[in-house]
């Protein structure tokens, strides 16, 4: 892998996805259960973090969970109940994109919680998880780091361009005022929850390509080393002209715009 | 847009990309429901023209549906039965990578299922589909050609590309020496689903990139042109010096490995 | 079987439910699936009715299915979707105690749908029914009739039975000021769908018990005579003392109230 | 309520039924939740005791969860995994008709699980069920004995009444040999999971009626005693001469074959 100090992106990031493939193999091969908790910042990075994981993964064997506000049924229940249906399965990868700590983050600093529920949260989390990973699965739970004016920056790249508009929430907009309190919020949940068996990994993603390479190398050496390559399916050329797509019935192909 | 002769696919991608997301918003603001369903060749690349359709829009607008085999309970339900709950809500688009269809393809050719499945298949779609038309789902088909020698081209390129290779299933294998049969199953689906109501769109996925534009572009032309454009939300530079991350607890972040 | 001019209830339920077990199982062995459909007046008893035939059934092999007011993102759906996932899979029966009918009963009465809704639904519901008899799935289509009289009397039994007051709700009261518009709305419900492949059986509920012995008796007559008897398993008395409950550790049964 | 030595079955059940709509009123209208685990002896009448507890009940506030084997895509995740979605929301009651204790049952003795997921679960449970209680949700945990003359009886009652026959699977009949090994394995589970904050109730169930009554009688004593009647709706008698079915269009009812 590249050597301190420098990094070609593209060139890197594939030669990591490719030892995410021999992992997921792994995976399957051994049935284990993998779950990985990516918070932080608003702006972070957090589904580019988790796309770039799952690009050339097979779909069938990762799943990723963004979860949106509770309905009124789900607020009925059991806070941890509604996130337990999408926990891994033997064989899987699955990705919280956010997860049940945004009681200790967005829902506490935008008080959209009780101070009851929260402290209830606090109180239950680390339990809930030593109990998932005493069962044997594999927690990995990432807290992605920005700085404010790196957060400003890509707010108002929301803003102007047309394309990520739609991601400016009004959330978003009172979230920019507060981000000493979410510093103070993440500081009393790593508190909390930072166990030697379910610790926090915190990433700078200032840069976040930068960001990416090091969630994705900090994962894979968790990882035993010894993963199985590929067997090479058995594949010949074909005899004979390769066929031309042919069109008796209608409709034929589009014609080009272009 | 691009004018006829000439593109350039960053470019062009994005205008599209900018266009969807304003049909995004109109789909929102009148409760319509969108249905793409997106068949084809193996290799002819399904995923990655949902894909670079998805790729900036709202996660909570748009699901791709990719069911798997059919599980023993649901290889004992009507056959359309499984497809149902995904079936697109008020304001969401949703697209089926590979669809009911796999009925007159894949398990007709490869012989997955009975003559009398597939005969019961043909007669139900086009009442399925007229259904769900009639109840104003927007339905879109798209039905992606490549001739075999891309074809033959591309299945290399999964033998020899490590982060490629677990596409390179079994029954691709054997679909491979198929490629006429698979053309006749496409005609005679074309022959009974191309409807009115419901048709079929065909485009040539020789040229991936090109393919893409062209469907994306096709599928545009189908919505108002009178598209409403993201208000901007207020936005003033904050004041004071922005904050830095700063670290009380543990743990810190992790040190870059480059 | 009972003749005509008398019966005892309990005798007749009992000797109906053995013939209902037996199919059951040939509904398992053969892979069947059916559909019962329950409509009727408020007051009826079709709960009642229901509750008869599966009262010794294995409760693995059927379900009721009894739906509340669609969610808001039910209500943005196709209007029979929800209902899809509940439809009987190989080996099963399925009771939809009231069911997709109710948008041409009590919301066409109570005007719960608009015109355009109701109109959808009536050109709709025979071309879904059409298609599930085609699959194969056993229909069966009862509506319960009772006099007003007979209502009446059930609605003040209702209000004067604590142990059925909560079944008198605010539509239940409306509804009984609209028995006319009710007979007129099943009417016109049956003129559109009462089918040869569909039809619809009305049993008259005056007398409750005599209403669920024939329809019991009518859905008997619809399956195969040449039922299997269970198969005796091998089952010889214990040898020794049978052993008493003992009780080591805490806590104990806990002492009769009586 | 019935005294000492005394009851009469139908007239003392109803009394029970009436408060235990009132507790369901209650329930509703503070948003509680109850979860009620039946667990015993095989044929001891875990079934019949839930549906006494239900028979008059508002089927909307109360469901019956009663899981059969574990797919194995359950069988690959964490072991309660498959039971939380059917954990109570605000305002319902929840029985499990066996629950998660199976575990610690039948999959013990009949060693249908491994020594260490039967030790994860003994570790576990008392832990997970800390967390619904600490939750708010109320938990009763009924264990329902019988003598294996007792058992024997039924046993034998359901091999010859053909309308009981499905119910005695192989397992019962191994089972059956293994009075004592389920004795001890009571005695066990009692032993770690009998907690101050969730303990259990056995009850003795060698007579049913008896045994109905007794565990009625101790849920409804864990509530409140302060509980609302129902408030009586407007309902006067209806002016003019009641309505009779009349039937313009077909199908007419069928003929009553009594």
Redesign the interface.
């Known amino acids: 892998?590249?050597?301190?100090?420098?990094?070609d992106y593209d060139d890197?990031l594939?030669r990591l996805?490719?030892e995410l493939?021999r992992i997921?193999?792994w995976v399957q091969e051994n049935?284990k259960?993998v779950l990985v908790i990516v918070e932080g910042r608003d702006t972070a990075g957090k589904?580019g973090a988790i796309s770039s994981i799952k690009m050339?993964m097979?779909?069938?064997w990762c799943r990723t969970v963004?979860l949106?506000k509770p309905s009124e049924?789900?607020?009925?229940?059991?806070?941890?109940?509604r996130f337990?249906?999408h926990?891994?399965?033997?064989?899987e990868f699955v990705f919280f994109d956010r997860s049940w700590y945004n009681r200790a983050g967005v829902e506490k600093v935008m008080e959209f919680c009780t101070p009851s529920q929260y402290k209830?949260f606090m109180?239950?989390v680390p339990?809930?998880e030593k109990?998932?990973v005493?069962?044997g699965?594999l927690l990995f739970k990432y807290w992605l780091?920005?700085?404010?004016?790196q957060?400003?920056k890509r707010?108002?790249e929301r803003?102007d361009d047309?394309?990520?508009?739609?991601?400016?929430s009004?959330v978003d907009?009172k979230s920019?005022?507060k981000?000493?309190e979410y510093?103070k919020a993440r500081?009393a949940m790593?508190?909390i929850s930072?166990k030697r068996n379910a610790?926090?990994?915190?990433?700078?993603f200032n840069n976040q390509k930068?960001g990416r390479?090091?969630l994705i190398?900090?994962f894979i050496e968790h990882f035993p080393k010894d993963r199985p390559?590929?067997s090479?399916?058995?594949?010949k050329?074909?005899a004979g002209k390769?066929?031309?797509?042919?069109?008796?019935?209608?409709?034929?192909?589009?014609k080009?715009?272009?």
């Open positions: 892998m590249a050597k301190k100090g420098k990094f890197e594939r996805q490719i493939n997921a193999q049935g259960r589904g050339h097979n779909a069938r963004a949106g049924q789900e607020s009925g229940q059991w806070y941890f109940q337990m249906p926990l891994p399965s033997a064989g209830a109180a239950q339990i809930v109990l998932l005493d069962d699965i780091t920005v700085d404010q004016e957060q400003e707010f108002k803003l047309p394309l990520k508009q739609w991601k400016l009004p907009l920019r005022e981000y000493a510093t500081e790593l508190k930072h610790p926090w990994t915190l990433v700078d930068l390479l090091n190398r900090h390559a590929f090479q399916p058995a594949f050329a074909m390769p066929l031309k797509e042919s069109y008796k019935v209608k409709p034929k192909p589009i080009s715009y272009y």
